[in-house]
């Protein structure tokens, strides 16, 4: 373990930003993050962990300490003929781990594949898409206290899993390290694939469903067409969340709107983010270094030497755009540094 000085995060974050790391440390082991939590640096410092960098917007320096999770392995803990208990260590990149899900004929993640990070950050956000999330399959995490190095478990109900949301993003933020999550999957098929999208890419391509691999496969490809990969052009995924309204609000809005897609579930009104900016004319809209995506309004991309103040500024131009054309308010997704 070494930790290194004034470190530039620029190849660490999916945007692109430059933005440097008064120190920065990358942490292999457990063994390691306890040597680490001694320190005196990492005790006297602002601390920063940081997972596969595809949720983070940068806005300045970092004051700190960032800590990079490099924790790795994937292991079976317990199985019989319906369930399977799979433990993987917090710096897995998530996709490797569907990867080895789909590749045992494990039901339960296919639909979340190619999100980008680490398994690590799967909890903090209850990661989600194509009519699955996290909290379908999580069992627990296992998590380091920063202040006091102690290690806890926390089981499912207690990670308080919601749309995009954790415990680990309210009143544990920034209290805890986590080292590896447990999911139970199950090897009788679970196929789950009522999402609209997901449905409709299926009937046309004429692909039968199998093993959970085929819903994998089709769920890479439709976000392959619809997200631009950050290799080539920087972003952080989906900037927004989709926005929950009420029975009432939706029947007013289709008064004026009745083309407002929308999804309900378990009596909740979800409306598309993407949908809102697109109809206030944002999609394909480029402001110098910055712009909203052409094919998927969500995503907000750097074209160059953008910092993430000019991010920062063309979400705020789109918020209000929002705000005033449909009297909705749409939040940031990802976390602001």
Known sequence: MQIESNFNLSKLNTFGITAKAKF?????SEEELRELFADPIFVKNKKFFLGGGSNILFTKDFDGIVVLNKLKGIEIKEEDSEIVMVRALGG??????VIFA??????GIENLSLIPGTVGAAPIQNIG?????????????EAFEIETGLKR???????????RDSVFKNELKNKYFISATTLKLS?????????????EYLETNAIEIHNPKNISDAVASIRRSKLPDPKVIGNAGSFFKNVFINRDQLEKLQGIYKEMPFFEEDEVIKIPAGWLIEQCGWKGKRLGNVGVHEKQALVLVNYGEATGSEIIELASKII????????????PEVNIV
Do not use: P
């Open 153 to 163: 478990v926390f089981s499912q109900e207690e990670c308080r899993l919601g749309y």
């Open 187 to 199: 090897k009788k098929e679970k196929k789950n694939i009522s999402y609209k999208i997901l449905k």
């Open 92 to 97: 897995e990149i998530w996709h490797d781990l």
């Open 129 to 141: 898409a194509y009519g699955a999330e996290l909290k379908d399959t999580l069992y627990n995490v």
């Open 320 to 331: 209000e755009s929002v705000k005033e054309k449909f009297d909705l308010t749409i939040m």
């Open 102 to 107: 789909v590749n045992h004929r494990y039901w």
């Open 24 to 28: 920065f440390v990358e942490v292999n």
